[in-house]
């Protein structure tokens, strides 16, 4: 039997958009901590914890676009489409949180204050949107002859609204524990505190949506409701559940410092998990499946030669750059 092109390529892209959601979210949340963070000298400790890494976390997300448009141009065209609004806002977002990150280490004091206001906007905007179109990929897409009929506020309903503010402390805490690893004093004991609280609204967020959720569509119901469906979707909840308690456990008992953002990512990894698992193999909801949108198998296997070049290089200086830069922030001029 020869090698699933269609699936492998699922795969492929999946992994990039899971390593942009888990590395990127650290970094969108460092912004979004920007909200309770009042000292300069603080916040300094906070960008340069993710100054040398912050620009590589993003190649994940052209991996993944990249990906998307070369094995699955059907969905590509649709997704694009319905979601250009949304998408669009939240490119801006990334580009005003890059241009505020570089700026705000050039600028005189009296203006260093605006461009943290512009970080923090920048993050905020990625982050919703980003969880927006989440939602809306999971409700599905009105398409007659492979094509997008709907209009383009169509992603504006409660069910985003609600994804788009679930992903806000979920990026937050990712931010929260990352600094548990990187800062220590004054600063540590408040994201410990703030990374408590956060981890419980994450936990009211993933609730709300792990109830509504069976009940937007009419596969979505059948995927988790009906038997003998229901017991093998609930496992990975299961799993959630028990890392939310060890996590919480983790933050509010010990004073461990790396296995918190380490929980965090498998709580997220999950989540993320149970999103595919919901919606597979449809690739374009609420009907369309990842091989009526894929490309050509030629396509598809000369593509792959690429792929298999770029994502070990990928993954090699990534992890290069998180062990050169491991350890503490002690100063705001570098690492110790």
Same mark, same amino acid.
């Given at each position: 039997?020869?090698?699933?092109?269609?699936?492998?390529?699922?795969?492929?892209?999946?992994?990039?958009?899971?390593?942009?959601?888990?590395?990127?979210?650290?970094?969108?949340?460092?912004?979004?901590?920007?909200?309770?963070?009042?000292?300069?000298?603080?916040?300094?400790?906070?960008?340069?914890?993710?100054?040398?890494? &912050? #620009?590589?976390?993003?190649?994940?997300?052209? +991996?993944? /676009?990249?990906? =998307?448009?070369? %094995?699955?141009? !059907?969905?590509? @065209?649709?997704?694009?489409?319905?979601?250009?609004?949304?998408?669009?806002?939240?490119?801006?977002?990334?580009?005003?949180?890059?241009?505020?990150?570089?700026?705000?280490?050039?600028?005189?004091?009296?203006?260093?204050?605006?461009?943290?206001?512009?970080?923090?906007?920048?993050?905020?905007?990625?982050?919703?949107?980003?969880?927006?179109?989440?939602?809306?990929?999971?409700?599905?897409?009105?398409?007659?002859?492979?094509?997008?009929?709907?209009?383009? &506020? #169509?992603?504006?309903?409660?069910?985003?609204? +609600?994804? /788009?503010?679930? =992903?806000?402390? %979920?990026?937050? !805490?990712?931010? @929260?524990?990352?600094?548990?690893?990187?800062?220590?004093?004054?600063?540590?004991?408040?994201?410990?505190?703030?990374?408590?609280?956060?981890?419980?609204?994450?936990?009211?967020?993933?609730?709300?949506?792990?109830?509504?959720?069976?009940?937007?569509?009419?596969?979505?119901?059948?995927?988790?409701?009906?038997?003998?469906?229901?017991?093998?979707?609930?496992?990975?909840?299961?799993?959630?559940?028990?890392?939310?308690?060890?996590?919480?456990?983790?933050?509010?008992?010990?004073?461990?410092?790396?296995?918190?953002?380490a929980i965090t990512l498998a709580l997220l990894g999950t989540a993320y998990f149970t999103l595919i698992t919901s919606l597979w193999p449809n690739i374009i909801p609420p009907n369309i499946t990842i091989y009526e949108a894929a490309a050509?198998?030629?396509?598809?296997?000369?593509?792959?030669?690429?792929?298999?070049?770029?994502?070990?290089?990928?993954?090699?200086?990534?992890?290069?750059?998180?062990?050169?830069?491991?350890?503490?922030?002690?100063?705001?001029?570098?690492?110790?």
């Amino acid at each position: 039997m020869g090698l699933d092109l269609v699936t492998t390529w699922t795969l492929i892209i999946g992994f990039g958009l899971m390593m942009y959601v888990l590395l990127d979210g650290f970094d969108l949340g460092i912004g979004l901590l920007f909200l309770g963070v009042r000292d300069k000298h603080d916040r300094d400790l906070m960008v340069n914890s993710v100054a040398p890494v &912050w #620009d590589g976390n993003e190649t994940w997300l052209v +991996l993944g /676009g990249a990906g =998307l448009m070369a %094995a699955f141009p !059907l969905a590509y @065209s649709v997704i694009l489409e319905a979601l250009y609004v949304p998408l669009l806002i939240m490119l801006f977002g990334l580009i005003l949180r890059g241009v505020a990150f570089e700026f705000r280490f050039k600028a005189i004091a009296q203006h260093q204050g605006i461009w943290d206001v512009l970080f923090c906007v920048g993050s905020l905007l990625a982050t919703f949107f980003q969880g927006a179109a989440m939602g809306a990929v999971i409700q599905g897409f009105a398409v007659e002859n492979h094509q997008y009929v709907g209009g383009a &506020w #169509d992603w504006l309903n409660g069910f985003s609204i +609600l994804t /788009g503010f679930s =992903l806000l402390p %979920a990026y937050a !805490l990712l931010g @929260s524990t990352w600094l548990l690893i990187k800062t220590e004093g004054d600063l540590y004991k408040k994201m410990r505190h703030y990374s408590r609280h956060l981890l419980v609204w994450l936990g009211f967020a993933m609730i709300a949506l792990l109830l509504i959720t069976p009940f937007l569509t009419e596969s979505l119901r059948e995927r988790w409701l009906t038997l003998p469906n229901f017991f093998y979707m609930s496992f990975v909840p299961m799993l959630g559940l028990m890392l939310f308690t060890w996590l919480y456990y983790v933050i509010r008992f010990s004073d461990w410092e790396k296995w918190p953002f380490a929980i965090t990512l498998a709580l997220l990894g999950t989540a993320y998990f149970t999103l595919i698992t919901s919606l597979w193999p449809n690739i374009i909801p609420p009907n369309i499946t990842i091989y009526e949108a894929a490309a050509p198998q030629s396509s598809l296997r000369f593509a792959l030669w690429g792929v298999l070049i770029i994502v070990p290089i990928i993954l090699g200086y990534t992890f290069w750059s998180y062990h050169v830069f491991r350890g503490k922030v002690r100063d705001t001029e570098g690492y110790h």
